[in-house]
Structures are given as C-alpha cells and as structure tokens.
C-alpha cells in the first residue's frame, strides 16, 4: 500500500494503477462500517483508493473538530491489510488556500434537517467531497446511507456539475444490539449506548407499524418520539421522500425515516429506507 500525504505523492502513486478505481472518503478512525465500504469497492473495482482527512470546513463553531478521534496507526493497518493500493492522507494546507472558491448546498435541501441543525457543515461537506472525487479519478465512490442527507447532496453535486463518478450508496452497519456505528460512538460509555438503541429501537417501531399498515407520518413520528424518551434530546424525526421533500404519508419505495438525537456527548444520527 502506498500512504500519499500530498497531492503530488497522490498523483505519483496513481501511475502505478490500471484499470477501474473504486474511492472510499474518511475521516478516520475506521470502523467496520468503513471496512465494509471498502470490502464493496474492492468488489466492484480493480484498484481502491481510500482516504483520511478530518475535514475542518465542515465543523462548526464549538464542534468537536480537536477532539474527533483520530487513529492513525490502527486505519493504516486496517487500510493495509485490507489491501488498499493507495491511502490518501492529505494535510491540511495540502488540501486548501487561504483564499478558496466555495461550493455552497442548495438553498433548501441544504438547509433543512442535518443542514438546519449544523448550518454551513454542507457547505464544507460538499467542498472537500468535489476536491476528493476530483484527486482521485475515480470511477465508482462509496458512501454510506447513515449519512443520507449527505449522500443525497452528494449525488445533487455529481449531477449539477456533471461529474464523471458513480455514487454507490452503501447499506448501514450496525452492532450486534442494533447501534449504528460511527466514529463517534467511542465517546459514549456503556449506559449511554444502551440508551443509544432507543434511535434504532424507534425506526423498528416505525417499521413494524409500517407494515401494519400505517403509513401516516405524523401518527409514525409521535409514537418514534415516544421510543426516544431515553435520548436525553430529540433534535429531529422527519419523513422524507428520496429527494428529501417532507411526506404526510410513507411512500413505500421511496421514504427515508430520519432521526437525530444527543446521547451523552454525541449527536448520532440514524435512518431506515422504506
Ligand atoms: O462522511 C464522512 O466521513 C465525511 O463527511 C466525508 C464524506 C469523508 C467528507 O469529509
């Protein structure tokens, strides 16, 4: 495996590889969840690049940009023994000027749910996402669906500027007990996490009232809410068709259940594809 911490070690790299590339984005601190994105790009790909980059244009003020969990001795093993051809790990100043051209979300997609909450994180989500599709020529990126406003304004993004990239979207991994995993689940400790389960707990909830036959969003969200009673605070359930428009009613086929909620330190954030 080759580790480039520039752009230019990043090119040298590249004329190395042949073939189809598959790209996996990260910013660390690997779980499985990213070894399952990179176990599907090694699939569908002949060569896979990954890359680590805590991306400071999509913190905001008072977020835990010192404190995300950085591991980067363990993701290089991980990277390594998972056979990635080249794993980018780029500098800050690698990365940015000081005087940049900025992408923006759009106006509504961009700002509601995750982009309300955390307004401007879009912005520099999409920033870093255009400069890594375009670093690392390559043919398919992998994203996962617990982001999934994310991953829709990345496909936004491929589409308006006419990018040459598929997007795949990628299943969420989950615990054995149901927890979603993300980097950010270290900051909780083991009463937390259980408390935790409440956010998968409560799109089982609307599963099973789905099928039941219940496809009213607001009697789905009320009884959602009542399930998450064990997150100290609910920052957001919403139903959404693919394209992120709010529904009255689930659309079998094409409904995202969202959910965001704070437990202990972490804001987590979990979803079902209806
Ligand atoms: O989902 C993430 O880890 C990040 O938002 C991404 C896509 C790597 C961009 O920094």
Redesign the pocket.
Known sequence: MIIARSVAELQEAQKTLSGTIGFV???GALHKGHHALIQQAKKENDHIIVSI?V?PT?FLEGEDLDAYPRKEEADIKICDLAKVDILFMPTIDAMYEEDELYIAAPARRGYILEGEKRPGHFDG?LQ??MKLLNLSKANNAY??KK?AQ?LALIMQMVKNYFMDVNIIACDIVRDDKGLALSSRNVYMNEEEKARALSLSRALKRATNMIMGGELHAEVIKEEMLKVLQEADKVEYVAIVDRAFNPLDKVEIGNTIILVAAWVGKPRLIDNLWI
């Open positions: 984005p990260t910013m980059f991306n999509q989500m870093i996402v994203f996962g982001d994310q």
